[in-house]
């Protein structure tokens, strides 16, 4: 614009023509930041400049006073130019020595603007910035963090033993004879008990056998936990597929729901995800680099299942008299399957053993309510204040890639919990669309394409109305670079 306006006044002879020089740039640079120092400063008693030593230069240009004066070194470094925190130009100044070096952090940006300008508040100013750059949060953002919710009513509700049920596969083990198997663990989503049953394949076919011999032994359940294994959801479609309403209505039979969690999220298994850790522990100090046969890993398992039962639920304490409650204590009930005689057994010493029996199954509920769901509290709380909404652009992490690689996303659906805390999102990304929880979100901090762009100036004292195309003509006039009125078009009403 310098040189346009030089060539304006001066002959033709006088005109400046090739490409621009560096004293051209130098002198756009000084009028610059004379123009940005008229609009956000008061001159040198300002009260922003409260602590500074300031002086005004022969160009006009506020400087600040450094203890460098009398080294022998560049001007610019010894007396800086004073630039505000707060001014588009300046903040669209710290970008640009941002991307053009690299994208350095934050000290080595600091000391690159050093060499010429004193920006107050320069640190922060910077620090605000970086953290907006796009590029730079692709490789630092970090991920949200919500707090745990509660626990939901089928892990803490009266129910049977296995009647809410957590499974999962663990493995492979090698046995002998170059043949494989896995474990199938299911759990008891209220009384922590296990039962492990070992299958040779993970297909559908291998789950649906290993699970018919859980119910056949330890009973039907109603509901069931599991991930989005292919062998689970494989044998929930297989389920699905019958035709439930005639089943229930020849038999006492219900249809079994199961629930998945979401991709990605294996603490949501959490309760069954320990469990395996305990068996792969046991199983570590048990066999070492043994091969059993099938058999006898089926004997090992049977016994590392009956210890696992019979692990305490609570805290046990040395002066402690009372048995620690496990899982065996609600397993292990004393059943009786036989019909004895009823004539040859008194009446009154039957109801007094069934009161017996029946108080004794009291004392035990009391305490496991007591002295375990008691104790089920929340110790921790995330600070983390950050909110995702629809629209949202974020990456979507992921452990079988690197950051590089991991997709772009933009938020299509949130999904929040029964206490109102968003913990599932919907993301679209440009090949597919993806169910993922929180902590699988990095946040960009882009909500729409208006976020690209620089922030308009807009003039509050005349009002446009955008529907009227008369009002509009004369409230605004277009004006070219040489002062040349700009005239809207007519179109014909053809």
């Known amino acids: 614009m310098l040189r346009f306006k030089h060539?304006?006044?001066?002959?033709?002879?006088e005109r400046t023509r090739g490409e621009l020089t560096s004293s051209e740039f130098h002198k756009a640079e000084l009028k610059l930041v004379l123009m940005i120092q008229h609009e956000s400063f008061e001159g040198?008693?300002?009260?922003?400049?409260?602590?500074?030593?300031?002086?005004?230069?022969?160009?006009?240009?506020?400087?600040?006073?450094?203890?460098?004066?009398?080294?022998?070194?560049?001007?610019?470094?010894?007396?800086?130019?004073?630039?505000?925190?707060?001014?588009?130009?300046?903040?669209?100044?710290?970008?640009?020595?941002?991307?053009?070096?690299?994208?350095?952090?934050?000290?080595?940006?600091?000391?690159?603007?050093?060499?010429?300008f004193w920006i107050v508040n320069g640190r922060k100013t910077i620090r605000k910035v970086v953290s907006k750059c796009v590029i730079c949060k692709r490789y630092s953002s970090k991920r949200l963090e919500v707090d745990s919710g509660p626990l939901p009513e089928n892990r803490v509700r009266d129910a049977a033993v296995f009647q809410i049920t957590g499974v999962d596969a663990a493995g492979p083990l090698f046995l002998r004879g170059n043949q494989k198997a896995w474990v199938l663990l299911f759990t008891c989503a209220v009384y922590r008990a296990v039962h492990l049953e070992i299958i040779t394949s993970l297909s559908t076919e291998a789950f649906l056998m290993g699970f018919r011999r859980f119910v056949a032994r330890r009973g039907r359940c109603s509901t069931i936990y599991c991930d989005n294994g292919t062998n689970f959801v494989g044998a929930a479609n297989l389920l699905h597929g019958l035709d439930w309403n005639k089943i229930i209505k020849h038999g006492a039979i219900n249809a079994i729901e199961w629930k998945f969690n979401p991709p990605t999220a294996a603490w949501w298994g959490g309760w069954w995800e320990r469990l395996i850790r305990i068996l792969k522990d046991l199983l570590k100090r048990i066999l070492g680099?043994?091969?059993?046969?099938?058999?006898?890993?089926?004997?090992?398992?049977?016994?590392?299942?009956?210890?696992?039962?019979s692990r305490p639920l609570t805290y046990v304490s040395e002066s402690d008299q009372l048995v620690p409650i496990s899982p065996s204590s609600f397993l292990q009930d004393i059943k009786e399957w036989s019909t004895p005689d009823i004539d040859a057994i008194d009446h009154n010493s039957l109801n007094r053993r069934i009161k017996y029996r029946q108080n004794l199954q009291k004392d035990l509920r009391n305490r496991f309510r007591n002295e375990y769901l008691g104790l089920l509290v929340q110790r921790t709380k995330c600070r983390d204040t950050r909110k995702l909404a629809v629209g949202d652009v974020v990456l979507v992490g992921a452990d079988n890639?690197?950051?590089?690689?991991?997709?772009?996303?933009?938020?299509?659906?949130?999904?929040?919990?029964?206490?109102?805390?968003?913990?599932?999102?919907?993301?679209?990304?440009?090949?597919?669309?993806?169910?993922?929880?929180?902590?699988?979100?990095?946040?960009?901090?882009?909500?729409?394409?208006?976020?690209?762009?620089?922030?308009?100036?807009?003039?509050?004292?005349?009002?446009?109305?955008?529907?009227?195309?008369?009002?509009?003509?004369?409230?605004?006039?277009?004006?070219?670079?040489?002062?040349?009125?700009?005239?809207?078009?007519?179109?014909?009403?053809?």
């Open 7 to 13: 060539n304006c006044l001066c002959t033709k002879e």
């Open 44 to 116: 040198e008693e300002d009260k922003k400049l409260k602590g500074l030593a300031v002086f005004v230069e022969e160009d006009k240009i506020l400087r600040v006073k450094t203890q460098i004066v009398n080294r022998r070194d560049k001007e610019d470094f010894r007396k800086p130019m004073l630039l505000p925190s707060n001014h588009e130009v300046v903040l669209k100044l710290i970008e640009h020595y941002h991307k053009k070096n690299l994208h350095c952090g934050l000290q080595i940006l600091q000391n690159i603007l050093r060499e010429k």
């Open 289 to 309: 680099q043994a091969q059993l046969l099938y058999e006898e890993m089926l004997t090992i398992l049977c016994d590392c299942e009956a210890l696992m039962n």
């Open 401 to 494: 890639c690197k950051r590089i690689n991991w997709p772009l996303g933009r938020v299509t659906d949130i999904i929040p919990g029964k206490d109102e805390i968003v913990r599932l999102v919907k993301i679209q990304t440009s090949h597919s669309k993806l169910l993922r929880p929180v902590q699988r979100v990095y946040p960009l901090e882009i909500s729409s394409v208006s976020d690209f762009l620089p922030p308009m100036r807009v003039n509050h004292t005349v009002g446009i109305d955008s529907d009227d195309k008369e009002t509009f003509t004369e409230c605004e006039r277009k004006v070219s670079r040489s002062g040349r009125e700009i005239k809207v078009p007519e179109k014909l009403d053809l």
